[in-house]
């Protein structure tokens, strides 16, 4: 293995995704890396052919992507930790795709994704998304339970 110099996060923004954030943030100190935190808003070509004869999916889907990027600010502000080199990214295409893809463009050492969710919390990032991006990225993934 390489050295980690930049890590990969995906968020959902929520409380699990923060906690997998701080593990990250621990070992970005350690390790003297920088992370990169990414949400992907799910494309929204796979609905095309729907009839919604009233909601234009393009502008549907620059809404979201924007409305992301307001809540990626925010997150990044109430959650990174600020001695730690950081950037950002709101995606749009398939999750996992677009979360391997990212990493491999960005030069990233590692993923570090969540695993399920908790007894009782709906599902979210985590999963299958998970599963998918462990079987398909470039370079190692940690996953944690943010649940323990």
């Given amino acids: 293995m390489t050295d980690i110099k930049k890590i990969l996060v995906p968020t959902d923004f929520s409380e699990h995704s923060n906690k997998v954030l701080q593990s990250a943030s621990m ?25 919604v004869p009233h909601l234009p999916l393009e502008n549907l889907e620059k809404d979201l992507i924007e409305r992301a990027k307001r809540k990626m600010k925010d997150f990044i502000e109430a959650n990174m930790e600020k001695d730690i080199p950081h950037a950002s990214a709101v995606l ?15 030069g990233c050492d590692l993923i570090m994704i969540g695993t399920q969710t908790c007894k009782g919390v709906e599902k979210t990032l985590f999963g299958s998304v998970t599963e998918r991006v462990i079987k398909t990225a470039d370079c190692p993934v940690l996953s944690m339970n943010p649940c323990m």
């Fill in 92 to 106: 749009n295409g398939n999750i996992p795709k677009e979360i391997v893809r990212h990493a491999k463009a960005e």
């Fill in 27 to 51: 070992i970005a100190r350690k390790f003297g890396a920088s992370i990169e935190v990414v949400f992907v808003v799910e494309s929204l070509d796979a609905y095309a052919g729907f009839a």
